[in-house]
T-cell receptor, first 117, second 115 residues
Framework: DAGVIQSPRHEVTEMGQEVTLRCKPI?????LFWYRQTMMRGLELLIY????????DSGMPEDRFSAKMPNASFSTLKIQPSEPRDSAVYFC???????????????FGPGTRLTVT | KNQVEQSPQSLIILEGKNCTLQCNYTVSPFSNLRWYKQDTGRGPVSLTI?????NTKSNGRYTATLDADTKQSSLHITASQLSDSASYIC??????????????FGGGTRLMVKP
């Protein structure tokens, strides 16, 4: 398996533009997580899905952020409109986790480095 | 408030030496604790996952301990190698009756192994 695939790997955009980050989880995994990492705040969980259903989106910063998982093999994280403070590395991770973030290993993608100018 | 504190923030050791990283948490109710290794420019990689009933778990030269009474965990690295240079992140999961488990992240320890 190719592991978790994220695209693009790097994104530079101007403030106010819409940004869409994409993730393909490992085949057979039923949980998908979106994280954000910055120097100031470290790693933060934004939202996670179980069986394509959003379970906890309490980490989503504000209404400018939205995430979808239309099927088991694809998810998007959208920021509209983007702001400079959204600059960060965004990671997607997947796992097979029937217990909703139980003791099951999460596999991270390589991340998308977003720069908003 | 759920919190995870890691120490030290950074550490420099010589190749071949051992080291221990600490993780103290106030997360409740506890579900599990994870240690991740994150190389620069890459996503975190899981080292160990420990539940309440486990007090020691090893993964090669990495050994994690968990004291659920004192709410402390440690990650011990034996015979360090240059490739151990990375950030190590402690993550604690707590049970949330409303929406599965919640994750609380430590700030990480940045380890540098020098030849």
């Amino acid at each position: 398996d190719a592991g978790v695939i994220q695209s693009p790997r790097h994104e530079v955009t101007e403030m106010g533009q819409e940004v869409t980050l994409r993730c393909k989880p490992i085949s057979g995994h039923n949980s998908l997580f979106w994280y954000r990492q910055t120097m100031m705040r470290g790693l933060e969980l934004l939202i996670y899905f179980n069986n394509n259903v959003p379970i906890d989106d309490s980490g989503m910063p504000e209404d400018r952020f939205s995430a979808k998982m239309p099927n088991a093999s694809f998810s998007t994280l959208k920021i509209q409109p983007s702001e400079p403070r959204d600059s960060a590395v965004y990671f997607c991770a997947s796992s097979f986790d029937p217990g909703l973030v139980g003791p099951y290993e999460q596999y991270f993608g390589p991340g998308t480095r977003l720069t908003v100018t | 408030k759920n919190q995870v504190e890691q120490s030290p923030q950074s550490l420099i050791i010589l190749e071949g030496k051992n080291c221990t990283l600490q993780c103290n948490y106030t997360v409740s109710p506890f579900s599990n604790l994870r240690w991740y290794k994150q190389d620069t420019g890459r996503g975190p990689v899981s080292l160990t996952i420990m539940t309440f009933s486990e007090n020691t778990k090893s993964n090669g030269r990495y050994t994690a301990t968990l004291d659920a009474d004192t709410k402390q965990s440690s990650l011990h690295i034996t015979a360090s190698q240059l490739s151990d240079s990375a950030s190590y992140i402690c993550v604690v999961s707590s049970m949330n009756n409303n929406a599965g488990n919640m994750l609380t992240f430590g700030g990480g320890t940045r380890l540098m192994v020098k030849p």
